[in-house]
């Protein structure tokens, strides 16, 4: 029930699963499995899947550890978002590829957690968007040196609280990947 008007579409949005991101993170190997078969899922129900890809001074264009992970393959068709900033609508192209695609639905996965995954989940939901996460698909590293929770416990809250997120004419919710219904 988005707020969004005319937006009846629904994308998958792939965020930064890539080597330089999610070489380190908890559960990668299940949590890029889980976005394959989302991707794949969402491929054959005829949902947009955007790719988003983080730049900056750790991870350069065209570098090994800027690539998306070798098991995630994007369709050349697929709209690809290159972002400099936490949420990926900030200073990007991707609420205009959102809006070509009728989108007011978005399903996210990717890297990482306490960064790019809740910055982009509350800059969509602010901007009208129903949002929903992914609980097994989306993944951090640990941080826990630098006084960050533990990472299964920044997945586990993040998970949770989405869950409970709530506003006016917005739907928030966290569901598994088994659980995923793609229009």
Not at 46 to 65: K, Y
Not at 75 to 85: I, P
Not at 100 to 127: K, N, P, W
């Amino acid at each position: 029930m988005t707020t969004l008007q005319d937006r009846p579409g629904s994308a998958l949005l792939v965020i930064d699963v890539q080597n330089g991101v999610v070489a380190d993170s908890h559960n990668r190997d299940e949590v890029v499995e889980n976005i394959r078969i989302l991707v794949e899922r969402a491929r054959s129900g005829g949902t947009a899947v955007v790719w988003v890809q983080h730049a900056d001074d750790g991870l350069i264009p065209g570098s090994s550890d800027w690539q998306i992970v070798s098991e995630l393959q994007r369709d050349d068709a697929e709209a690809l978002v290159e972002k400099h900033f936490g949420d990926a609508f900030e200073d990007t192209n991707l609420e205009s590829i959102l809006a070509l695609e009728r989108v007011g639905r978005l399903v996210v996965v990717g890297a990482q957690t306490d960064a790019c995954i809740r910055s982009t989940l509350h800059g969509a939901f602010t901007r009208g968007y129903d949002v929903t996460l992914v609980g097994d698909a989306h993944t951090t590293e640990d941080r826990s040196r630098w006084g960050a929770p533990r990472p299964e416990q920044v997945i586990a809250h993040t998970n949770m609280y989405w869950n409970y997120h709530e506003a006016s004419g917005r739907e928030a919710a966290t569901v598994q990947c088994a659980d995923v219904q793609f229009p």
